[in-house]
Nanobody
Framework: QVQLVESGGGLVQPGGSLRLSCELS????????MGWHRQAPGKERELVAR???????EYADSVKGRFTISEDNYKTIVYLQMNNLTPEDTAIYYC????????????????WGQGTQVTVSS
């Protein structure tokens, strides 16, 4: 059974930095990418960053140049380094994993963590 557990959220002042971590436990060899989404009050959940098992990355335009997604060598921990934070980054941040099913079709958001709150405020 796959579980994703996020940590590292908190309160930070504008211009500050935080690093979120997401630890993957259990095994599913069909996982082909992991990522971070966020949901602010009254808004839809949106993709923040994604990293494929091959190391390719993608970012939302709003975080390019400020956020960096990475993973450890064992591909069991995914990090989101967030710099130059603004109040607009305030949201619950969710870790997720995508997988390929038996037919090779992508299952986006196959697994989700419980979320961690990030609040940017002075």
């Amino acid at each position: 059974q796959v579980q994703l557990v996020e940590s590292g959220g908190g309160l930070v002042q504008p211009g500050g930095s935080l690093r979120l971590s997401c630890e993957l436990s259990g095994s599913d060899y069909s996982i082909n990418a992991m990522g971070w989404h966020r949901q602010a009050p009254g808004k839809e959940r949106e993709l923040v960053a994604r990293i494929s098992r091959g190391g390719g990355t993608e970012y939302a335009d709003s975080v390019k140049g400020r956020f960096t997604i990475s993973e450890d060598n064992y591909k069991t921990i995914v990090y989101l380094q967030m710099n130059n934070l603004t109040p607009e980054d305030t949201a619950i941040y969710y870790c997720n994993a995508d997988r390929l099913n038996g037919w090779g079709q992508a299952e986006l958001g196959a697994y989700w963590g419980q979320g961690t709150q990030v609040t940017v405020s002075s």
